[in-house]
């Protein structure tokens, strides 16, 4: 029991000392508005940085994309839309870059692409779709495509293993 005691004080003032000191940085809710007072986005802010879900806005006020930030940076999983609200594109991103993969949707003609990306660079494969149809197969290395198959069955030949 005596060992504890010394213990305990030692913690106390630790969290004393710390009780002291100035707060630590507190999030809150922002709002910011284009020139005409319209919505133009909305999220959270820790100190003078986004850091949290965020929305931006069109200024007919349809949502224009949303997603995270982490340090004033985007981060995650992040949605894009048009000026009529459907969804155009999707993907990650890793410090305000592109990584993983990215969806484009072409809505007027049915088409899709899939993109891998590693530091906003194509890297990986891209899968284009006609109508839920895979019709083209691309491999890139750091922006430069490195391959194309406009058959499934030819691009398992070529890339045996490789799976998405």
Request: net charge positive.
């Amino acid at each position: 029991m005596k060992k504890l005691i010394p213990l305990i004080f030692f913690f106390g003032i630790i969290t004393g000392l710390h009780a002291n000191t100035e707060p630590l940085e507190k999030k809150f809710y922002a709002k910011e508005y284009y020139p005409d007072g319209t919505l133009q986005a909305e999220g959270w802010v820790m100190g003078d940085m986004k850091s949290g879900y965020w929305k931006m806005y069109h200024p007919n006020g349809k949502i224009a994309s949303r997603g995270h930030f982490r340090n004033n940076k985007k981060n995650n999983y992040w949605h894009y839309y048009n000026v009529s609200g459907k969804l155009i594109k999707e993907g990650h991103y890793k410090d305000e870059f592109a990584e993983d993969w990215w969806i484009f949707y072409d809505l007027e003609n049915s088409k899709t692409l899939k993109i891998q990306y590693k530091m906003n660079r194509k890297h990986g494969y891209a899968l284009r779709y006609n109508k839920r149809k895979l019709v083209l197969v691309e491999r890139f290395d750091n922006n430069k495509k490195m391959g194309e198959w406009t058959s499934v069955v030819a691009f398992k030949l070529d890339n045996p293993g490789v799976t998405w």
